[in-house]
């Protein structure tokens, strides 16, 4: 879950940083940008204005010379004389503003407003036409040249509007994950209680069975009259005991959490180990135990539960053939993986009992706890691998095991 919030979170706010740079930068750049603009189309008109002066001494041909962008223009003399305005009017009356006979860099440049209010931009520069000098002054709209800081402008709010719509998402996504999460962990609850409910009634089912055998053998000890009768009753005792026992140590093996360190081991020398132990045991039910391990395969694991899984699995094989059979325990290297198999010829299983064999408490042995498959799957999940089952009834069954290898 860690790992998904972070991404979550992670990918909306370097999303949100990089699109509000962009913004902002945009915003910072778009006055520079108009300015750049505005003074760009001055210093045209203006040399456009002063090849006509030039090309016509008397002026007349400013009167059709217009753009969109030109408020107005005008032509002042040395002596300040308005020698031509866009407003006829204005034309031959002197010029009441202050003429610089040498401005700044050629050119001067500032924003003004006009008497009906619209912000203009004034550009004041000196033209010559011959041996005569003109100040012009040049007034344009601005409102062209300030689009870019009105785009500026407009996608900061945008930015900020997707912003808030994407945060918005996140936090609602992030909302809904941690209530499914929750949800998912109080679903995993409610199964785990009903498991150990199940759990609990079955170890209570099994654990009274043998518990009432041993009451009611003790019970018959009292009354009996011979000691060889006595030492019957106590024998059955002892077995009722050891079965009660090894539910317990079926059970604590299987609750058991492994903390051990797990070292490098070699399996096949496991396999071999684990089958001598059993060999007797075979041998009492005419079984022969074969191993096929031409290779010595070495994985990194917890010897003792490598032993449990191992034992189990052929323990099983063992009992399903009680008219005698093979069992056989073969081993392979896939790669970096190690594939070790127990199949034997028995009874095999049914395919309506094979998708419950590795339910704890779930058996169709007569004695048996229902905890011996569970702890199989449990240690092969414990050390990254595997466990998978194929079964016939009458013809046998394979289990086969995948356990990392070490290279």
Not at 52 to 63: E, G, K, T, Y
């Amino acid at each position: 879950m860690l790992k998904y919030t972070r991404l979550i979170i992670g990918v909306p706010f370097c999303f949100t940083l990089m699109v509000i740079w962009f913004a902002w930068s945009a915003f910072r750049a778009s006055p520079q940008i108009a300015a750049e603009n505005l003074r760009g189309a001055g210093l045209s008109i203006s040399a456009a204005i002063e090849q006509l002066v030039v090309a016509d001494a008397s002026l007349r041909s400013l009167a059709r010379y217009t753009t969109p962008d030109i408020a107005y223009f005008a032509l002042i003399d040395r002596q300040g004389i308005v020698r031509f305005h866009t407003n006829p009017l204005l034309i031959d009356h002197p010029y009441t503003g202050a003429i610089q006979n040498r401005l700044p860099d050629g050119i001067s440049e500032q924003r003004e407003q006009l008497g009906t209010g619209e912000e203009v931009y004034i550009l004041r520069t000196m033209i010559h036409a011959g041996s005569d000098k003109y100040l012009l002054i040049l007034a344009l709209h601005t409102y062209r040249a300030d689009q870019v800081i009105r785009r500026a402008q407009t996608g900061i709010t945008v930015v900020s509007a997707l912003t808030v719509a994407l945060w918005g998402g996140t936090i609602l996504l992030f909302y809904m994950i941690r209530r499914e999460e929750r949800h998912q962990r109080e679903m995993r609850r409610q199964d785990e209680l009903a498991r150990l409910g199940e759990m609990g009634a079955v170890m209570a089912h099994e654990i009274r069975n043998p518990l009432a055998g041993i009451k009611g053998f003790a019970q018959m000890i009292e009354t009996v009259a011979s000691i060889e009768q006595a030492c019957t009753y106590a024998d059955k005792i002892v077995s009722q005991s050891i079965r009660m026992e090894a539910l317990v140590n079926d059970l604590l093996a299987f609750a058991r959490v492994d903390h051990t360190e797990k070292q490098n081991a070699d399996l096949t020398q496991i396999i071999i180990d684990c089958v001598e132990l059993l060999r007797p045991e075979a041998a009492d039910h005419n079984v022969t135990i074969v191993v096929d391990a031409p290779q010595h395969i070495t994985a990194n694991v917890t010897e003792d539960r490598i032993v449990q899984m191992l034992l189990n699995l052929i323990k099983n094989g063992i009992q399903s053939m009680p008219d005698g059979g093979e069992v056989t325990v073969a081993m392979r290297q896939n790669r970096d993986t190690a594939v070790v198999s127990v199949r034997d010829n028995g009874t095999g299983i049914s395919q309506e009992r094979l998708p419950h064999i590795f339910d704890p408490f779930w058996t169709s042995k007569a004695k048996g706890t229902g905890l011996g498959l569970a702890l199989c799957r449990k240690v092969a999940e414990e050390h990254g691998g595997t466990i998978t089952v194929s079964s016939r009834e009458n013809v046998g069954t394979k289990f086969v095991v995948t356990l990392p290898a070490v290279k």
